[in-house]
């Protein structure tokens, strides 16, 4: 059975902190491993990593994958209190969607 | 705009009626899944749907069903046997032909409270 466990499970900062989520995973066939924001309804999508090593980037916002260890990292560098939310890590094996995580609920205190 | 649209956002219903919950996406996608979110809980996966007319159980199937008679709808009916059916209902599609990244598209949710 695939498994994507995310840690913390959650997460209280101050406005300007960098953040580290984890999300750890073992899957039967990988084929790529993504993050979504969730604020109130529907996940927005972040970034989908396919390879090692690879940092993708967009703003403060920055993922990596190591598939040897079967991990990945998303960061967020100088917090504000909009990133406040549900961040959700996934795995696609295949046709069958993605594999979920729990999500680690960040709150940023001003 | 292309997208997902779920309804209705809301929707109670007494212990012992069916409800179901309506998808329609314009996005041309082939896939098509419903997954539940219960607080602490993540995303788990319902049912899922790669092509018109055929559908597969996800993790937790039971206590509700699916039809895919159309491309663009995926309805979800959920049934008195599901023991616990208060939760948030996301339903979400993917382009499996083509440039498949994998990123699945949601819907806005509905939320089902049981009375």
């Known amino acids: 059975e695939d498994k994507v466990v995310q840690s913390p499970l959650s997460l209280v900062v101050h406005e300007g902190d960098t953040v580290t989520l984890n999300c750890s995973y073992e899957v039967t066939n990988f084929r790529s491993l993504l993050w979504y924001k969730q604020e109130k309804k529907a996940p927005t999508f972040l970034f989908m990593l396919?390879?090692?090593?690879i940092e993708k980037k967009s703003g403060r916002l920055s993922s990596i994958l190591d598939k040897k260890e079967l991990f990945s990292i998303l960061n967020i560098t100088a917090t504000q209190t909009g990133d406040s939310a549900i961040y959700l890590c996934a795995v696609g094996g295949g046709a069958d969607g993605l594999t979920f995580g729990k999500g680690t609920h960040l709150i940023i205190q001003p | 705009d292309g997208g997902i649209t779920q309804s209705p956002k809301y929707l109670f219903r007494k212990e012992g009626q069916n409800v179901t919950l309506s998808c329609e996406q314009n996005?041309?996608?082939?896939?098509m899944y419903w997954y539940r979110q219960d607080p602490g809980q993540g995303l788990r996966l319902i049912y899922y749907s790669q092509i018109v007319n055929d559908f597969q159980k996800g993790d937790i199937a039971e206590g509700y069903s699916v039809s895919r008679e159309k491309k663009e709808s995926f309805p979800l009916t959920v049934t008195s046997a599901q023991k616990n059916p208060t939760a948030f209902y996301l339903c979400a599609s993917k382009n499996t032909g083509g440039v498949n990244t994998g990123e699945l598209f949601f819907g806005e949710g509905s939320r089902l409270t049981v009375l």
């Open positions: 996005l041309n996608h082939d896939a």
């Open positions: 396919t390879s090692s090593g």
